[in-house]
Each structure stands twice: as structure tokens, then as C-alpha cells.
DNA sequence: GCACGATAGTTGACAAAGTCAACTATCGTG
DNA sequence: CACGATAGTTGACTTTGTCAACTATCGTGC
């Protein structure tokens, strides 16, 4: 893969983003000033309605906060009815923050403002782009913020314009990073998503998509057996390197089958490589059986190709 | 489209994105304390490098400082030898800023510390990733904070893992979104990559992606027609919305003629619709003509299919 | 059970960052 | 050439943030 993009220039736009998002953060945080509180103080009340009763330490540490800093507004917000300190239970020195019933009227209505002020925002974006935005910021977030995906934000869904090409672009590049695999592979994945669309029956086949924030982690196709009509076949099952580990593919392997089982398919036949490890735990705990093996040369590589089943009795 | 990504959840993640940025920015100014320079300072030296001799009053606009404290940020530079403060050529009320040989001895070096940081930042990431980073920027970077896209850093180059689904994918839902075709039309491009990529002959088939800072914004192919062995077929001509207006389709285009002299051919055609105007201009452009007009009905409408032709003599 | 270093939080003193309004000098227009 | 507008400066001020010293408590090792 040639470098066209290059650390550097990497960094560079990196940077460029960074002074220009400053400058936007700058903009946003102008709001505060027609409040009675100031951004810092916004950024604590937020970090005591989230979380429940923690530490002084404990939004210093998060929030970047200087201690004393910290103390003094928290002196103020006590003063003004917003929160109380209570005495940590096993620790006489630390105390619990929590927001009264006023300090809790008062993150409302600074939630309000921030929401409207986000909303005008985005407002102004077709819903195309806005999936691409809310995608890129989870991407970001991802990647340089540290966040982690919360698995119980990922939703399942089906197949929708534009879903195809990213299954084609997600599998395409991802085998050919993980194992060298040349593009063959990815035009084959093109083939058989054009052959799923075409022959789309949507009452004994389905693709899903897993997805949190309009970003897509996984999928996975279950179809039509060509030649048997009481068979199906799971296909392309996929999980994100970025979303492994928190039961992905699982969830969509179940829900392949409990459709096969709601379909009255008798059995789910699946083809997959030897090389694929990590998938074939999956395939084994839902209960598929390994029947058959044989090499091939595809992809540029030797491979060993598995055929999987699972009887739904 | 099932609005599974609403405008209120996208409104939500955006501002978890805000507060989660604004704690990263703050680590990153940090680095600002072991230097002779304030954040602030830091952006008006940056400013400074980066356009010729401005006003004062264009800084504190583009910086969002007052100008009072922007006076004094800038006293204290000249005090230092970073800056002189120039009258203006046709207003002795205003000032030309120019940084001095020591001014931007300074800028370097603050240059030079943010680089790498921003490099350790991105080292952590694989090429993979770095593009999908990069590309989220610039996304983010057009959809909200208006920055446009510079016509002379966008890059021509060849297909590479991942592409084909990019641009399935970006198809499949633009012309969605656009003109309400169905997803068979997603399909036939899946169908048309993979054809692609199984009969590539490089010296006589090409397929060019428009990109810069790794976001893909439009694509071209051009092949060997089936039956005529002196005629390429020019297809998928593609500019994406955000990219329109910078020339981007005649610099595609232009790019298919000159390889299809290269490579002898001695006719390109091409098959578009009717509805597509934009296109047509730059087909016109570039010295196809209109050959032929056929009704169809395809991707759930009712179109005009137009075949254009180009004599290479 | 108690000395000791570590930790949570507070406070005073201070510095840095940013705001506001009044002011000067100049500009452009009628 | 009067007059309102504009570019920039300055003084007085507030807000925001930092630092170190301080108290009270904790946990550990002896």
C-alpha cells in the first residue's frame, strides 16, 4: 500500500483540526456567558448529574481540574443550594458530591441550552451527512480519545442504502491488512452482496448490521441455500477490529439463527477458513459442527476452507 | 430510511464528542507551560506564520480574541523582537503585522514541539486506522466547522484495498439520497467493481479515486469495452456533493482521455441518464457527443439512458 | 497502638487570561 | 468640514487558574 498519506501530513491536518475545533469549542462555550455559570462550573454540574456521588478527587482528576480550584467552586455551588458534601462512608477525609433537587433544575437547564445549541447545529446537515458526522466523531473518539464502544449502545439493524459498499470496503481491507489476502477477496464480497440484493427475499433472507452511532462495526448475511430449499446459508460475518471482544459476533450469529428458526429452515450451513479462529468459537457456541475441510489457493494465499453446520432440528 | 440514528441521539453524541475534545485539547495546551509562550500567544504566532502581514483586527476575528487583549498580546511581542507593527499602506489607523526573523525563529520551534506531539499521538495507529482518522477529520471538518476543501491538495491515484467498497457505498446511497433510485443501482455497481477488479488489465484498464487527507470525494474508471478492442468504456464517473464545484469530475475525466491515448484506444462512450447535468457539462467538456437516447426503466424510475461518445483519432 | 508517609480537601496569595468601556487617531461620506 | 464609523490602545476590572502551605484523616509496618 503506497503512503499517500503520510504520518506527516497526517499530523499536519491533525493539527489544523485541532486549532480550528479550539476555535469552534471557543464559539460553543460563548453560550455560558448569558448564564450564571461559567464553563468550568457547566463542566462540573455535568460530571455530578453522570455520576452518582463521587469524589472531589474524583472530578478533579477527570476534568483536569486544579484541587483548590475545584474546592472553591464546589464552596460556591454549596452555597447556592446546588449540591451537598457528605462525608464519604469508609473515608472521613473525602467527601461525596451530590447534586439537590436545585443543582439537579439546574443541570436541566443547562442540558436544555446545550442540546438546542447541538440540534441548530446539525440541523443544518442532510441525514446522509449526518450519519457520515456522527460516524467520523466516533471514529475519532476512538481512535485518538481512548473512548470505548458501549456494548449496550450497539443496535442490530437492517440493510440500508450505502450499507453494501461499506460491508464491501470494511471486509475488502480488512483481510487484506489482517492477512495479506489480495483483492479478489474484496471482489467477491462485491459479488456476493450484488447477488444478495438482486435475488432479495426478505421473508427467508436478511443482512444485519451492527452499528452504534451510525458507525458500522459488523454484519452479517443469512440467505437461501441455492440448491436446497430447507437450508441456509450464514455469510460474511464480520466484526470491526475496533469493536472485538464485547460479544459481536455472537449476537449476530444468534440472531441468524433464531431468524432460520422463525423461517423454518432446517438446517444453516456456513463456509468459512481455518485461519479464522476467533470466528469459529463463535460458530461453535452457537452450535455449529465442523464437517468438512479442504485447501484452496485464493486471495493470493493457501488457505484451508471449512464448511460449518447447524441442524435446527 | 428508518431514522435509527435520530437527530436528538446524533445532537447527544455530538456534545459527549465536545466535552470528551475539550478535556483532549486541554492535555494537548499543557505542553504551552513548559514554554515562554500562552495558548493564546501560541495561536496569534501561528496566525501570524500562516497569512502575510494581516490586521490586527482580522486576528482577533479569526481567533476570537478581544481586541484590547490582543493589543497587549502584541505589545509584548514587539517589546520582544517577534513582531513589527507596520502602518497600513491606505489607513494609518490600522496595522500590518509581520513577524520578524526571530518571530518565526519562534513559530518554528512552537511549529516544530506540536508536530510532535501530534506524531506521537498518531504513531500508536495503523495505516488503516490513520486513514480512517484522517478522513474523519476532514469529515467533521466540512459538515460543521465550514472548512472547505482546498482544489490543490486534492490527489489522483489508483485503486487500493477498500476502494471498490467506498465506492459502492458512496453511490449506493448519493444516489439515493438524490434522486431516489433504488438499491438495485447499488447493486449494479457492486457488480461492475467486481467485474473490475476480476478483469483488471492494467495496461489497458484504470480506475482513478480523487482524495485528499484520505477522504475519498469522487472516482473514475475506465476500461476495455467487451466486444470493440479499439474502444474504452468510461464508467462511474463520481463527485462526491461535499467536492462539487472544484473541477474535481473534468479533472477525472481528463485523466481517462489521456490514458485512453496512451493506451492507443481510438473511441471512448460512456452511458449515463438524463437527469444527470452536471455530468453531461463535463462530458461536453472534455468533447463527447451524444450518440443515442433510450427509455428504460431502471432502479426503480423511469430514466433516460444517453450513450456519449469521444473520437481519439 | 503508634509513628510515618500518603492522601483528600481547604485556604491564602498570587498570576494569568480575558472583558469592558473610555479614549485617540484616522477614515469615508454627504 | 462635520459626523458617524472604524482600528487600535489603555486603564480598571473580573474571572479563571495555579501553587504551596495547611489540617485532618488513612493505611502500613513495626
Redesign the interface.
Known amino acids: ?5 503520510t ?22 462555550s460563548d453560550s455560558y456567558l448569558s448564564t450564571e455559570f461559567s464553563l468550568a462550573e457547566g ?1 462540573v454540574l ?1 460530571e455530578l448529574a453522570t455520576h452518582a456521588g463521587p469524589q472531589a478527587k474524583e472530578v478533579a482528576e ?3 481540574l486544579d484541587a483548590g480550584y475545584l474546592s472553591r467552586i464546589l464552596s460556591k455551588f454549596e452555597k447556592a443550594g446546588l449540591v451537598v458534601r457528605a462525608t464519604a462512608a469508609h473515608d472521613n477525609r473525602a467527601t461525596n458530591l451530590l447534586l439537590t433537587a436545585r443543582g439537579k433544575a439546574a443541570v436541566r437547564k443547562l442540558n436544555l441550552r ?2 438546542k445549541q ?2 441548530a ?3 443544518g ?17 476512538q ?3 481512548g ?1 470505548k464502544i458501549d456494548p449496550s449502545s450497539v ?1 442490530l ?1 437492517s ?16 483481510y ?2 489482517q492477512f495479506g489476502w489480495d ?2 477477496f ?6 456476493i ?2 447477488d ?3 435475488a432479495y427475499d426478505p421473508d427467508r433472507e436478511h443482512c444485519w448490521i451492527a ?1 452504534v ?2 458507525q458500522h462495526l459488523g454484519h452479517v448475511f443469512l440467505v437461501q441455500h441455492p440448491d436446497e430449499p430447507d437450508t441456509a446459508k450464514l455469510r460474511l460475518l464480520y466484526v470491526d477490529p475496533a469493536a472485538r471482544g464485547l460479544g459481536l459476533g455472537h449476537k449476530l450469529v444468534a440472531e441468524c439463527v433464531s431468524f432460520a428458526r422463525a423461517a423454518h429452515y432446517r438446517k444453516i450451513t456456513l463456509w468459512t477458513q481455518s485461519i479464522l479462529t476467533a470466528a469459529h468459537r463463535i460458530y461453535q457456541a452457537a452450535g455449529f459442527r465442523l464437517v468438512n475441510e479442504q485447501p484452496h489457493h485464493s486471495f493470493g494465499k493457501d488457505l484451508v476452507g471449512q464448511t460449518w453446520e447447524l441442524d435446527l432440528l
Chains 1, 2 share one sequence.
Do not use: C, W
Open positions: 500500500m503506497p503512503a499517500t498519506l504520518l506527516t501530513s497526517a499530523a499536519a491536518s491533525f493539527r489544523q483540526f485541532n486549532r480550528a475545533y479550539t476555535r469552534f469549542l471557543g464559539t460553543l463542566r455535568y477527570t476534568l483536569g446545550a442540546d447541538a440540534h447545529i446539525l440541523a446537515l442532510s441525514e446522509n451527512q449526518r450519519a457520515k458526522f456522527s460516524s467520523a466523531l466516533a471514529t475519532i473518539g481512535t485518538v480519545l473512548q443496535i439493524r440493510h440500508r442504502p450505502g450499507d453494501m459498499g461499506a460491508i464491501v470496503s470494511l471486509e475488502g481491507s480488512g487484506v491488512e483483492n479478489s474484496e471482489a467477491l464480497v462485491a459479488r452482496v450484488a444478495f440484493i438482486a452499528e452511532d451510525g
